[in-house]
């Protein structure tokens, strides 16, 4: 059906988002609404249409020109989605034998042989589809993917990193490069894609929500493990995020509050404006009715940043700062609160 709303453009599968655009605007002023309406609606309805999904989730492939070819292709996309991996890998694998000049076998091969757990023909194959376009940001990250199945990290980085230099930005695919930055000790690589890929999400939905809370989830890890600080800059992001989708707070109180328990965790000592900023977000939820479990982690964070404070408050002696400690932690044992 995409392949219908190029064709309504006069474009090529595939083409980028700035070509559908101005072939948008080329053609509604050759066919005016009155002059002739209908082809208007169609022009209108490709440009909606390719605008609400501008090729983020996949390459586009011409269909196949052979009618059994299309058939297969057809069965194939059945198999996928009713879950056999197995027969979705063997259609696929008899589909790219009888056509082999039809790329979009090699594509759906690659993710078939994976979930039938042959990553290493999922690898061989991978290989083959970038030698057919080494500039396809998609087969890129096929290739990333697989090598990565197979434990292949170096070559799996290396992979990650071209099809994000070819401008491959999904949100799966941005979770999954900085999880290997991570594993490859790349860590102020993961944090700047990480923090790109906040800054660029213009829309807030309910499947993004989960991902986004990931993403500052990987932001605090990568940040512990790194050379450098950014702990200031995550934390203001997400203040920042949290600002402008209030309703986080009551849909996802859990996943946050176990994100600031995470930074509490992996961070000896904050600085001042670190402070402030945890500050800033355990008191967000002030006024978001929380459940009971989530107010007591709320308490816990407000205990430990006061308690940071007071042990980096050189006035205060050791003797002191241990007895905060007793009375303000809660879970403390009787007889040494009683000493």
């Given amino acids: 059906m995409k392949d219908q709303y190029y064709r309504e453009l006069e ?11 101005r072939a948008y605007f080329k053609l509604v002023r050759k066919f005016t609404p009155e002059k002739d309406p209908e082809k208007f609606r169609r022009i209108r309805e490709a440009y909606e249409k390719l605008q609400e999904n501008p090729e983020e989730t996949g390459p586009s492939f011409p269909e196949p020109a052979e009618p059994f070819a299309k058939r297969m292709l057809a069965k194939i996309f059945q198999y996928q989605k009713s879950g056999d991996e197995i027969l979705y890998r063997d259609a696929c694998e008899e589909a790219y ?14 993710q078939a042989q994976r979930k039938a757990g042959n990553t290493g023909k999922a690898v061989k194959s991978a290989e083959l589809l970038v030698k057919k376009d080494p500039e396809n940001k998609w087969f890129w990250r096929e290739l990333a993917v697989s090598y990565s199945e197979r434990g292949f990290t170096r070559k ?23 999880m290997l930055c991570n594993d490859y000790g790349q860590y102020e690589t993961g944090i700047r894609i990480l923090l ?11 499947e993004n929500q989960q991902e986004i809370l990931e993403a500052f989830v990987g932001l605090v890890t990568l940040n512990s493990r790194g050379k450098g600080n950014y702990l200031a800059e995550i934390l203001d992001k997400m203040a920042g995020f949290l600002r402008q989708h209030p309703a986080m707070l009551k849909d996802f109180p ?6 600031l328990m995470m930074v509490l965790h992996l961070t000896d000592s904050f600085r001042a404006e670190e402070k402030e900023k945890l500050n800033e977000l355990v008191s967000m939820f002030s006024n978001a009715k929380v459940p009971s479990d989530v107010k007591e982690v709320l308490d816990y964070c407000r205990v430990e940043i006061l308690l940071q404070q007071i042990k980096k408050d050189e006035r205060i002696s050791h003797t002191l700062q241990v007895g905060a400690e007793v009375f303000l932690t809660p879970n403390k044992d009787a007889k040494l609160r009683k000493y």
């Fill in 11 to 21: 474009l090529e599968p595939g083409a980028s988002p700035k070509d559908i655009k």
């Fill in 254 to 259: 859990r996943e946050i509050a176990t994100c």
């Fill in 156 to 178: 799996a980085y290396d992979a990650f990193d071209r099809a994000y230099n070819l401008g491959c930005r999904d949100t799966d695919f941005i979770l999954m490069y900085s």
């Fill in 196 to 206: 790109e890929m906040i800054d660029g999400c213009q829309k807030v939905t309910g």
């Fill in 97 to 110: 034998r009888l056509f082999p000049n039809e790329t979009v076998f090699l594509y759906q091969m690659v």
